[in-house]
């Protein structure tokens, strides 16, 4: 990690840092979810920046890759939940960063996942194992009475890459990668009132190109290059300037191009919250870059 490197990252988080808080102030009852993703990724465009993914907003049971689809009417409501996730990346380096929005009461969920993050980034420091930060996490929501959710974790960083080794679990386990200085972690805790596992709905709006193909369908030629203006990054549906978007996108995933990233939630009913934070690991802790 040279210098002109590192202030990259620590550019993306100052940004990122400002514009979460203020993406977060825009959640309301009955405030338009699509105005509040446009609004929120706009700011990030505005400032001569880019979205190193789609603006992420999950309520309630839904923990991740929820955002706008084109014409979206949904709108917040009295008690919600809601996760508000941004990526930020400068010059390939990023950002990620999230946080709760409580629209009811639910104060001590949000209190889990926040208190979670925090223990987390205190111990992070060259020589500890991901498995001793995912022991802290699940202890500090656990004593709270919620449960990790356990097939969720943090991730490293790397140049266009939001999904580098190592992976952050947010339950104990043994071993596991060694954290070194270096690195450049993005530690997520969510803390659910369900059963601690998420799986799949059918709502997709965010994908990822997976291979370089040829690509004959001009609807496709379109997608591919919503995704070479990302540099390969996730991109969201409602980006495309294709009026053929949804039929290039089924042919672009049956063909193992794209992929994917439907909507994850835990059981009907249940809250889900998260926080997460982007570190950058020095020799004797680690740089909050998000904060």
Not at 159 to 165: D, T
Not at 172 to 197: Q, R
Request: glycine fraction near 8%; aromatic fraction near 4%.
């Amino acid at each position: 990690m040279n210098e002109e490197t590192t202030e990259d990252y620590l550019a993306a988080g100052r940004l990122a840092a400002e514009v979460l808080r203020n993406g977060a102030a825009r959640i309301s009852p009955g405030a338009s979810l699509l105005e509040v993703v446009e609004c929120t990724e706009a700011m990030v465009t505005d400032e001569g920046a880019a979205l190193a993914f789609p603006l992420n907003i999950s309520s309630n049971e839904d923990a991740a890759h929820d955002t706008a689809s084109p014409g979206d009417e949904r709108t917040f409501s009295k008690h919600d939940l809601v996760k508000i996730d941004l990526g930020i990346q400068v010059n390939g380096y990023i950002a990620d960063t999230a946080m709760t929005v409580d629209l009811g009461k639910n104060d001590l969920l949000v209190e889990a996942s926040r208190a979670a993050l925090e223990s987390a980034i205190a111990m992070i420091r060259p020589g500890i194992t991901v498995g001793e930060v995912g022991a802290v996490v699940q202890q500090e929501i656990e004593r709270r009475g919620y449960r990790p959710v356990a097939n969720l974790t943090g991730h490293g960083l790397a140049q266009y890459n939001l999904h580098a080794p190592p992976s952050i679990p947010n339950i104990a386990v043994s071993g596991g990668a060694v954290i070194e200085e270096g690195m450049v972690i993005a530690i997520e805790p969510f803390a659910t009132t369900g059963t601690g596992h998420v799986s799949e709905r059918s709502r997709v709006e965010i994908f990822q190109q997976l291979v370089v193909k040829p690509v004959r369908m001009k609807s496709a030629r379109q997608v591919m290059e919503t995704s070479r203006r990302v540099h390969g990054l996730p991109f969201a549906r409602r980006w495309i300037r294709s009026d053929k978007a949804d039929i290039a996108l089924r042919s672009l995933v049956r063909s193992n191009i794209l992929r994917p990233f439907p909507v994850l939630h835990d059981v009907e009913g249940s809250l889900v919250s998260q926080h997460e934070h982007t570190v950058i690991v020095t020799s004797d802790g680690c740089i909050i870059t998000t904060r």
